[in-house]
């Protein structure tokens, strides 16, 4: 069975019997479809930014189980369980910070745990339903982010919150597509360094539905917002705690402190899944740091040079600094008064 998405970008593909994934490495240049028949494979693809966003990053994780199920049941052998439990610690491992992954993963397992006889075909339904939920969810937060806008505004995104980071339609980029069949004055999309998900990512995502960007630097939105001609940013979330913090991609935190400079209104857009209710404040959120060599330049690491690098993949933003986090349960005007536990 296959999920049903009519948009052109697919990060996620299921064959019934294989995973394939768009190799986010490669684009703009080229179009990749890695295939994996097990979950130590999905986990690799996790790992290597083959795939990546949160709601996406969960969904493969779900597929990773449904691989391992199909590659280890056996009715004959009383170990095949703890052979699945192995690969879903080795697909936890994968990544620190989206919240998605856990969730989709704890989901499973405790299918695993209530059901006797053979799970195969629970299994890859139960990822299959996640995928589709994924996606209608993206579309109501499309609809409920999008009347939040008012008329003909100019929005800025951060990162890549689309289709290619989700089952389909995407979170911020799905407030953005329902906002375009609207009435949009201008979209800008951050190229957002150092992996330039919006410049490789989202401009390209935006580009194959013919809607219209306008790419800027990273250190331009400060002058774009000083000129008075934003009016939103929009942006997607890894990590959402209890009172409403949210952790996002590095420079979210920066955007959104100018924002509150210029007058800006602050947008987050995800799933419930992504809100972790068992965390109180963004001070608990583990930061995912990633290699040095993301940042430098090969002469600098292998020379015994004493040039390093920092490179954080997320950074918090306050509830203080958003004015609306918007999900398919509802939209929470001002998140930082009373948090975000009522939609448990």
């Known amino acids: 069975m296959n999920v049903k998405n009519e948009l052109k970008v697919q990060a996620l593909e299921w064959t019934g019997d294989s995973l394939k994934v768009l190799d986010q490495r490669a684009l703009p240049e080229e179009i990749i479809y890695d295939e994996y028949t097990d979950a130590v494979g999905v986990a690799e693809s996790i790992v290597t930014m083959r795939v990546r966003g949160a709601p996406a990053i969960g969904i493969a994780a779900a597929y990773g189980v449904a691989l391992s199920v199909m590659t280890h049941y056996s009715s004959s052998e009383a170990n095949w369980k703890d052979n699945v439990l192995k690969d879903i610690k080795q697909l936890a491992n994968s990544r620190p910070t989206a919240v998605n992954l856990f969730w989709a993963l704890e989901k499973m397992q405790q299918l695993l745990n209530n059901h006797t006889g053979d799970p195969t075909d629970l299994i890859k339904q139960s990822a299959i339903k996640i995928h589709q939920e994924d996606i209608q969810a993206n579309q109501t937060m499309g609809e409920l982010g999008a009347d939040l806008l008012g008329t003909k505004p100019t929005v800025m995104t951060h990162c890549n919150a689309g289709a290619l980071a989700t089952g389909g339609y995407g979170t911020a980029l799905g407030v953005i597509r329902s906002m375009y069949k609207r009435g949009v004055n201008k979209i800008y999309a951050g190229e957002t360094r150092p992996w330039l998900q919006g410049a490789r990512l989202t401009v390209w995502e935006l580009a194959q539905d013919n809607i219209p960007a306008t790419l800027i630097a990273d250190s331009a939105a400060a002058w774009l917002m000083k000129s008075g001609q934003l009016d939103w940013i929009i942006v997607g979330a890894d990590r959402i705690a ?11 935190y920066s955007l959104a402190v100018l924002a509150k ?17 068992a965390m109180e404040s963004g001070e608990g959120i583990e930061i995912e740091q990633r290699h040095q060599n993301e940042l430098l330049a090969d002469c600098y690491i292998n020379n015994n040079s004493k040039v390093s690098a920092w490179n954080p993949v997320f950074d918090v933003t306050p509830a203080s600094l958003i004015t609306a986090i918007v999900t398919e349960k509802g939209v929470v005007h001002h ?8 939609l448990q």
């Open 261 to 277: 400079e210029h007058g800006v209104k602050m947008m987050v857009v995800a799933p419930v899944s992504t809100i972790d209710f």
């Open 335 to 342: 998140p930082a008064d009373n948090g975000v536990k009522h």
């Open 242 to 252: 209890a009172n409403g913090d949210v952790a996002n991609k590095i420079g979210t």
